[in-house]
Protein backbone atom coordinates (compact mmCIF):
# COMPACT_ATOMS: atom_id res chain seq x y z
CA UNK A 1 0.00 0.00 0.00
CA UNK A 2 2.10 2.81 -1.07
CA UNK A 3 2.10 6.68 0.16
CA UNK A 4 2.89 9.86 -0.81
CA UNK A 5 3.36 12.15 2.08
CA UNK A 6 2.99 15.63 1.08
CA UNK A 7 3.53 19.57 2.89
CA UNK A 8 3.18 22.49 1.37
CA UNK A 9 5.72 25.44 2.45
CA UNK A 10 7.00 23.33 5.29
CA UNK A 11 3.56 22.86 6.17
CA UNK A 12 2.05 19.58 8.45
CA UNK A 13 2.38 16.69 6.09
CA UNK A 14 -1.09 14.98 4.73
CA UNK A 15 -0.94 11.10 4.07
CA UNK A 16 -1.93 10.10 0.19
CA UNK A 17 -2.97 6.49 -0.60
CA UNK A 18 -2.08 5.39 -3.61
CA UNK A 19 -3.53 1.23 -2.52
CA UNK A 20 -6.80 0.83 -4.64
CA UNK A 21 -6.71 3.45 -7.27
CA UNK A 22 -8.92 2.28 -10.44
CA UNK A 23 -6.89 4.36 -12.78
CA UNK A 24 -3.50 4.08 -13.93
CA UNK A 25 -3.29 7.96 -14.14
CA UNK A 26 -3.82 9.99 -11.22
CA UNK A 27 -2.89 14.09 -11.17
CA UNK A 28 -2.30 16.19 -8.45
CA UNK A 29 -3.60 19.47 -8.42
CA UNK A 30 -2.73 21.66 -5.80
CA UNK A 31 -2.41 25.56 -5.41
CA UNK A 32 1.39 25.51 -6.48
CA UNK A 33 1.87 22.93 -9.09
CA UNK A 34 0.94 20.12 -11.27
CA UNK A 35 2.30 16.64 -11.57
CA UNK A 36 1.46 13.04 -13.15
CA UNK A 37 1.99 9.76 -11.58
CA UNK A 38 1.93 6.95 -13.27
CA UNK A 39 1.92 2.80 -12.58
CA UNK A 40 4.46 1.44 -13.35
CA UNK A 41 4.58 -2.41 -12.74
CA UNK A 42 4.15 -2.21 -8.79
CA UNK A 43 5.77 0.76 -8.59
CA UNK A 44 5.03 4.55 -9.70
CA UNK A 45 6.80 7.41 -12.04
CA UNK A 46 6.48 10.90 -10.95
CA UNK A 47 6.33 13.22 -14.22
CA UNK A 48 6.55 16.90 -13.76
CA UNK A 49 4.83 19.79 -15.78
CA UNK A 50 7.29 22.17 -17.57
CA UNK A 51 6.09 25.25 -14.84
CA UNK A 52 7.92 23.03 -12.04
CA UNK A 53 11.77 23.08 -10.89
CA UNK A 54 12.00 20.01 -9.07
CA UNK A 55 14.39 18.02 -7.77
CA UNK A 56 14.77 14.38 -6.01
CA UNK A 57 16.79 13.10 -3.36
CA UNK A 58 18.70 16.69 -4.10
CA UNK A 59 19.33 16.54 -7.52
CA UNK A 60 17.18 17.74 -10.42
CA UNK A 61 14.55 15.49 -12.22
CA UNK A 62 11.55 15.52 -14.33
CA UNK A 63 10.77 11.92 -14.28
CA UNK A 64 11.21 9.90 -11.48
CA UNK A 65 10.76 6.08 -10.68
CA UNK A 66 10.25 6.25 -7.02
CA UNK A 67 11.75 4.39 -4.46
CA UNK A 68 10.89 3.70 -0.90
CA UNK A 69 11.70 7.22 0.84
CA UNK A 70 12.50 9.14 -2.14
CA UNK A 71 11.98 12.72 -1.05
CA UNK A 72 10.92 15.16 -4.04
CA UNK A 73 10.88 19.05 -3.64
CA UNK A 74 8.87 21.40 -6.17
CA UNK A 75 8.96 24.78 -6.80
CA UNK A 76 6.73 26.65 -9.13
CA UNK A 77 9.19 28.21 -11.75
CA UNK A 78 6.85 31.47 -11.16
CA UNK A 79 6.59 31.55 -7.45
CA UNK A 80 10.21 30.56 -5.76
CA UNK A 81 9.53 31.30 -2.29
CA UNK A 82 6.19 28.65 -2.40
CA UNK A 83 7.41 24.85 -2.28
CA UNK A 84 5.84 21.46 -2.26
CA UNK A 85 7.64 18.40 -1.09
CA UNK A 86 6.61 14.75 -0.88
CA UNK A 87 7.95 11.78 0.71
CA UNK A 88 7.30 8.35 -0.84
CA UNK A 89 6.54 5.57 0.98
CA UNK A 90 6.43 2.15 -0.44
CA UNK A 91 5.26 0.32 3.51
CA UNK A 92 2.08 -1.87 3.44
CA UNK A 93 0.20 -2.91 6.15
CA UNK A 94 -0.33 -6.91 6.96
CA UNK A 95 -3.41 -7.57 5.82
CA UNK A 96 -5.59 -10.65 5.83
CA UNK A 97 -6.74 -11.11 1.60
CA UNK A 98 -7.72 -14.74 -0.11
CA UNK A 99 -4.28 -16.38 -0.92
CA UNK A 100 -3.27 -15.62 -4.71
CA UNK A 101 -0.35 -17.92 -5.87
CA UNK A 102 1.46 -16.55 -8.12
CA UNK A 103 1.52 -17.77 -11.91
CA UNK A 104 3.35 -20.72 -12.25
CA UNK A 105 4.22 -21.07 -8.95
CA UNK A 106 3.91 -24.42 -7.62
CA UNK A 107 2.90 -25.67 -4.10
CA UNK A 108 3.23 -22.50 -1.45
CA UNK A 109 3.49 -23.34 2.28
CA UNK A 110 2.87 -21.29 5.73
CA UNK A 111 6.17 -20.17 6.77
CA UNK A 112 5.34 -21.15 9.96
CA UNK A 113 3.49 -24.35 10.26
CA UNK A 114 5.10 -25.26 6.67
CA UNK A 115 2.07 -26.75 5.79
CA UNK A 116 0.48 -26.00 2.06
CA UNK A 117 -1.25 -22.71 1.84
CA UNK A 118 -4.42 -22.83 -0.45
CA UNK A 119 -5.63 -21.01 -3.03
CA UNK A 120 -8.23 -18.77 -1.82
CA UNK A 121 -7.66 -19.61 1.73
CA UNK A 122 -7.10 -16.43 4.37
CA UNK A 123 -3.80 -15.38 4.04
CA UNK A 124 -0.96 -12.37 5.14
CA UNK A 125 1.89 -12.24 3.28
CA UNK A 126 4.26 -10.21 5.57
CA UNK A 127 4.16 -6.78 3.72
CA UNK A 128 8.50 -6.55 4.34
CA UNK A 129 10.07 -10.27 3.12
CA UNK A 130 6.56 -11.64 1.32
CA UNK A 131 6.75 -15.05 3.36
CA UNK A 132 3.18 -16.64 3.38
CA UNK A 133 1.54 -17.73 6.47
CA UNK A 134 -2.44 -18.96 7.16
CA UNK A 135 -4.71 -16.23 9.17
CA UNK A 136 -7.62 -17.75 9.96
CA UNK A 137 -9.59 -18.92 13.43
CA UNK A 138 -8.39 -22.59 12.92
CA UNK A 139 -5.01 -21.40 11.71
CA UNK A 140 -3.59 -18.78 13.28
CA UNK A 141 -0.26 -18.41 11.83
CA UNK A 142 0.65 -15.20 11.56
CA UNK A 143 -0.19 -13.81 14.66
CA UNK A 144 1.23 -16.90 16.27
CA UNK A 145 4.24 -15.49 17.28
CA UNK A 146 5.76 -11.55 17.76
CA UNK A 147 7.51 -11.35 14.66
CA UNK A 148 7.45 -13.07 11.25
CA UNK A 149 9.97 -16.28 10.84
CA UNK A 150 11.97 -14.85 7.74
CA UNK A 151 12.52 -11.31 9.01
CA UNK A 152 11.90 -8.73 11.97
CA UNK A 153 8.30 -7.84 10.82
CA UNK A 154 6.08 -7.61 13.75
CA UNK A 155 3.16 -10.10 13.53
CA UNK A 156 0.97 -7.28 16.14
CA UNK A 157 -1.86 -5.99 14.15
CA UNK A 158 -1.40 -3.07 12.57
CA UNK A 159 -3.41 0.00 11.87
CA UNK A 160 -1.28 2.82 11.17
CA UNK A 161 2.00 3.08 9.50
CA UNK A 162 5.74 2.68 11.34
CA UNK A 163 7.37 5.23 9.57
CA UNK A 164 5.91 8.56 8.89
CA UNK A 165 8.31 11.84 7.44
CA UNK A 166 8.40 13.24 10.93
CA UNK A 167 11.06 10.34 11.72
CA UNK A 168 13.56 11.84 9.38
Not at 54 to 76: H, K, Q, T
Not at 149 to 156: F, V
Amino acid sequence: MPFLWISKNGGNWSEFSLDGMNRDQLELTTDIERMRLQRCGEGWVVLFSPEILASANGLPCELRLLADRDEIVCWPIAERESHFRMIYSAERLATIRPFQRAQGAGVVFCARCRQPVAEGEPAVVCPRCGAPYHSSADWPCWTHGPQCNCCNQSTAPATDLSWTPEDL
